[in-house]
């Protein structure tokens, strides 16, 4: 269902928010959905079914099978995602003032063709990336380790507790998350867009939400933290 807008008649403003791992991408994306003129799915180029709004989901598979889904991404992938893009943005951005879904570096790697037209049609986009490289990596390691990723888990799983980590096993996880942001912002200055940092984010949340509201053509955007 489609959610009542405070603006309807007025353009929807398409946008993306590229990110790269524990930089409060589902913090950002579940808190702009909470805003009754905007609209914004989580990963939808994941497919798994607890991403925000799975009924955005790209179909990976056809006919059930993820094999004949790779085959056909294989030799059809520009139109089959140019098609889901397109879909996307005509209907759940209606009656919106933004509609926009969260993609991760990673995705765009297995989606090569997804950028390039995000680029060509004038997407708002968004990159949001951690500063931090040794925090973000060991909030992703602890992560995959205790299987808490986000706050909202509390109900069903028990606060995560210590962690050991193996050295060598840690190294090279810190950096495969340094050449993550690397990748991003190299994303960015060859693309273009808006920066958004984890760190604004969390110290200076109400400025840098109505700063992406004016983006999104939503001025004076305020909504609460979706998450801690």
């Not at 603006?7 to 808190?31: D, E, K, W």
């Not at 709004?53 to 520009?78: K, M, V």
Request: proline residues 4%.
């Amino acid at each position: 269902p489609f959610k009542p807008s405070l603006m309807i008649g007025s353009r929807c403003r398409p946008f993306v928010i590229i990110a790269t791992q524990r930089s409060g991408s589902t913090l950002l994306v579940r808190s702009l959905d909470s805003a009754p003129a905007i609209f914004c799915a989580g990963e939808m180029f994941h497919g798994g079914p607890n991403t925000h709004h799975p009924e955005c989901n790209y179909p990976q598979t056809i006919l059930r099978s993820r094999l004949l889904g790779r085959l056909a991404d294989r030799y059809f992938q520009a139109a089959r995602v140019a098609k889901h893009v397109r879909n996307f943005y005509a209907r759940y951005g209606a009656g919106m003032q933004a509609a926009g879904f969260k993609v991760m570096t990673s995705q765009l790697r297995s989606f090569h063709t997804l950028l390039p037209l995000l680029v060509a049609t004038e997407k708002i986009r968004f990159y949001l990336y951690r500063e931090d490289s040794f925090a973000a990596a060991l909030s992703s390691y602890r992560a995959r380790l205790s299987g808490m990723y986000h706050s909202d888990r509390g109900a069903r799983h028990a606060p995560a507790g210590s962690v050991t980590a193996d050295l060598e096993e840690f190294r090279q996880h810190f950096d495969r998350i340094t050449l993550r942001k690397q990748e991003l912002l190299d994303l960015h200055a060859r693309n273009g867009g808006v920066l958004l940092t984890y760190e604004n984010l969390v110290s200076n949340w109400e400025a840098l939400i109505a700063a992406i509201g004016v983006q999104l053509g939503v001025p004076g955007l305020r909504v609460e933290k979706a998450l801690d």
